[in-house]
């Protein structure tokens, strides 16, 4: 059973930063895909960033992160990070950590996701 553990959530003051790590139970090159995806309360989940990490893979990011946010991999520590920089209000939410793994077709794909930390964006 894969699980992922995001940390790195909590308070921060408008225009600050903060860390979020997503650390997986198996290597993160086995996913084909990892990223974060965001909740706000009564919204729907949105992505926030998602990435191929092999080479040439691509990159997407949701409009709302407008150069402010980064994808990046640490292997030694095999975790996901996310970066958030400008921090608004607006960024407040709860954040999960997504992984996929392809199959034969997508119906066969494996989408694994955290449990989610709380970001909290004060004016």
């Known amino acids: 059973q894969v699980q992922l553990v995001e940390s790195g959530g909590g308070l921060v003051q408008s225009g600050g930063s903060l860390r979020l790590s997503c650390a997986a139970s198996?290597?993160?090159?086995?996913?084909?895909?990892m990223g974060w995806y965001r909740q706000a309360p009564g919204m729907q989940r949105e992505l926030v960033v998602d990435k191929a990490f092999g080479y040439g893979g691509d990159t997407n990011y949701g409009d709302f992160t407008k150069g402010r946010f980064t994808i990046s991999r640490d292997n030694a520590k095999n975790t996901v990070d996310l970066q958030m920089n400008n921090l608004k209000p607006e960024d407040t939410a709860v954040y999960y950590c997504?992984?996929?793994?392809?199959?034969?077709?997508?119906?066969?794909?494996?989408?694994?996701w955290g449990q989610g930390t709380q970001v909290t964006v004060s004016s």
């Open positions: 997504h992984a996929v793994t392809y199959g034969l077709s997508d119906k066969y794909d494996r989408h694994y």
């Open positions: 198996r290597s993160i090159s086995d996913f084909n895909r």
